[in-house]
Each structure stands twice: as C-alpha cells, then as structure tokens.
C-alpha cells in the first residue's frame, strides 16, 4: 500500500516580495445585508474598505422587514416591492387566523435588488467593491493576508489568485462561514434550518384567495416537521418555500404540496433558491486579534421566525463598530463587544425564540395549538408590537400575566382547538 504524503505548507512570501499588493484598512467578505452594511459604515468613517462578494448568489428569504429596520438603516420605501398588512397563520387542520397589522405594515423586498442596493450604498461611501471568491487567510510578519479569486466579468472565469493586506477582517460570507471555519474555533458547530424557496409571478388582481398584501404562515407536519412554510407576497412575484433541520426531508417535495394547497401551482416558476440558515448565534464571533463575524456567519437568525434580514444588519453594524474601536485603539479585545452588545439586545429573544421552535413545532397537535393561541388578542399585540419595534414589550404587564395563564390552558389541554 502506497503511503499519501500530506503536501508542504506553503510559505507567506513577505510583502516585499509582493510589490503590487495592495493594503486595506478592513477587508469585508460577503455582500449580503451584514457585509455591506458594515462596509458602508466603515467606509464613511474614513476607513479604506474592500468588499468582497460572490456575484449571482441569492438567499432564499422571505424579505420581510420590519419598521425598526428600515428607521435604523435609512431604508427607503421605494426599495420595498410590497407592504405586507395582515400576516394568517394556517394550521395542520387548515384552521385560519389572521393577525392584522394594525397602524403600520411590514415591508416586503426581494433580495435580488435588495442586496445589489445595499452593495451598491457601500460603494457609494467609499467602499471598493469587487467580485470573487475568498480561499483563505495568511499570516507574515505584518499581519493578515486576503486571498481571493476574482471573476472576469464577461466570461465568468475565475482568475488568478489575488492577495490583499488587510489590518481588520470581517467575515459576512453566510452560513457556512469559510472565514469562520477558518479563523474562529468552534464555528462547524452551529446548528441550521435548510431553507428553500421558489419565486412565482403573482396570480393575477382577484384570484379567489389571493390577498398580495397578506403573508401566509404554514405550521404542518407535511410542509415542515420542525419549521413552517410560508407564501410572502413580492410584488409582481410570490416567495413560496419551507424549511427543515432534517436532512431526509424533502424540501422541493414540500414547496410544489404548498403550491398546490395554496392555489399556484401553475403559476410560472422565475427562480429556485436553497441554502442552510443558522439557528444560534456563535458562542464567539471574534478570534481576539484581526477577526470578527456578522450576520449568517454569526449565526443571528431568529429562531421560530427565521427573520434574519434586520439582525444581520444590526450585526454588520456592531462588527463594524468594534473594528473602528480596535483600529481606533489597537486593541483587539474590542472586537468581543459586537456579540456582547448583540446579545445584550436580543439575546433574551433569542433564547425565547429557540424554546417556543423547539417545543410548539414538535408535532401538529402542538402546532393544532400554537395557531389557537394566536387567535388571542392580547398575544397578537404583543408579538407584533415586539416584531415592529424589535424589544421585548414591557409596558403591558397584566398582557404578560394574561398570556401567561391562557398559554398554560392550553399546554395543559384545557382550551378545545
């Protein structure tokens, strides 16, 4: 038997030996709501930034955003391609309530043109863009290396391999984080939700059933065994898709049984889109020297809900924030304080989030029940008041004791559904 040999580490050439190389204050890889948030924020302090993004990939996404997004990051309302103003949950027994939206709406866009938007603020900060595909992270005597394959725009062949100097390094390259893989300890572990979608034209105005400024939410067994399935209206386009943490379970099988029990299947298909979602925020976004996460790659997707699009953002923020400290004060314990402020925020709802997934989608006498008690009013307000505002709502507390009791009527069996 012929014994494999493991190839010789390859050896960093010093930046001497590399006389075109060029040197950034902070290299953001990833595009996507994080990455192009902090670039954008860094890039208007004065910060030299490359954002580095994979052209051609869309994550499947609901696209819902709150108010308190678009107030916090300067959303415009001309970015949104539908207002979404009633939100009807659907149980396994096709039970129907509807929660309407009462004094607001929540905005709806498509990732497509949203994402681009985002990248394209970022630049028009200051913020370099170019597109490719990052390998790896090196080190020498002066810090951190960048590298990367870039993508002939025309061809879309990959080129050479390009290194970059970078001082700070933030890694917003999704789920599966390859800048975390490679640089935070831990990181393989973050448990996900598979998600997968498929973007329809919309039915035509007056389709029996058919409301484009309602957002369906679909708790059953056959459509997720531990998630939900939803049908988002987009405007022109409808998102219709589902998603699971297990792995045997069909995905694509699920969405065309949606289609079909929600009326559109014959609608045209524009695009199909799949990808992991995190479900847990890293125990560390940080690797104490040159390195932070945001976004998908720390892992701040609600649980239960799946939102992402606001923590990611929220996420880039504070990643970009903790560079500009250590840049600042050349103290790498300071890119810890992005995940602290993160959890000090919304932490507890995440915690929250993660129970009520793991004990209300278990099975569809519990989701028979879950759909029941939000039909409750008192549960309607709360839950769209800390959605809209995105905190924990403190300001009612006889609603808190009320759904207290009413939730334990109902874990006990004591309420008919």
Excluded at 182 to 203: C, D
Aim: glycine fraction near 10%; hydrophobic fraction near 40%; include cysteine.
């Amino acid at each position: 038997m012929l014994s494999r040999q493991a190839p010789a580490p390859q050896a960093v050439s010093p930046a001497s030996a590399l006389p075109s190389m060029e040197s950034f204050d902070v290299v953001v890889v990833g595009g996507g709501p994080a990455g192009a948030t902090a670039a954008q924020d860094l890039a208007r302090r004065g910060r030299r930034v490359l954002l580095l993004d994979r052209e051609g990939r869309i994550k499947p996404c609901g696209g819902a955003i709150p108010p308190q997004a678009m107030r916090d990051f300067d959303i415009p309302e001309a970015m949104l391609v539908a207002k979404a103003r009633c939100a009807r949950m659907v149980s396994p027994t096709d039970r129907r309530v509807d929660i309407p939206i009462e004094g607001g709406y929540v905005g709806l866009v498509d990732r497509e043109h949203f994402d681009e938007w985002l990248r394209e603020r970022a630049r028009a900060a200051g913020a370099e863009r170019r597109s490719g595909r990052f390998e790896q992270i090196e080190r020498d005597d002066e810090g951190a290396l960048v590298q990367y394959r870039g993508r002939d725009s025309v061809t879309g062949e990959e080129g050479p391999a390009v290194r970059v100097r970078a001082r700070m390094i933030i890694g917003a390259d999704g789920a599966r984080s390859e800048v975390a893989r490679q640089a935070i300890p831990g990181s393989a572990r973050t448990p996900f939700v598979f998600a997968y979608h498929e973007i329809l034209r919309s039915p035509d105005p007056g389709t029996a059933g058919w409301d484009p400024a309602r957002c369906d939410v679909i708790y059953r067994g056959s459509v997720s065994p531990d998630f939900y399935g939803w049908v988002f209206p987009h405007g022109d386009t409808v998102s219709v898709g589902t998603g699971s943490a297990d792995k045997g379970f069909s995905l694509r099988n699920a969405t065309a049984r949606l289609r079909r029990d929600s009326g559109l299947e014959g609608l045209e298909t524009v695009r199909r889109e799949g990808a992991p979602i995190p479900l847990k925020p890293l125990p560390r976004w940080d690797n104490g020297r040159d390195v932070v996460l945001a976004g998908d790659a720390a892992g701040v997707v609600a649980p239960a809900s799946g939102e992402g699009i606001f923590y990611a953002m929220t996420g880039g923020r504070l990643a970009a924030d903790a560079v500009e400290a250590a840049l600042a004060t050349g103290r790498a314990g300071a890119l810890a304080s992005a995940r602290k402020r993160f959890m000090r925020d919304h932490g507890k709802v995440f915690w929250v989030l993660g129970l009520m997934q793991r004990f209300w989608y278990s099975s569809d006498k519990r989701r028979e029940r879950f759909v029941a008690i939000c039909a409750d009013k008192d549960v309607q307000t709360l839950t769209f008041d800390a959605y809209m505002n995105k905190r924990l709502v403190r300001a009612r507390p006889m609603a808190h004791v009320r759904i207290f009791f009413k939730d334990m009527a109902h874990l006990l069996g004591l309420v008919k559904v």
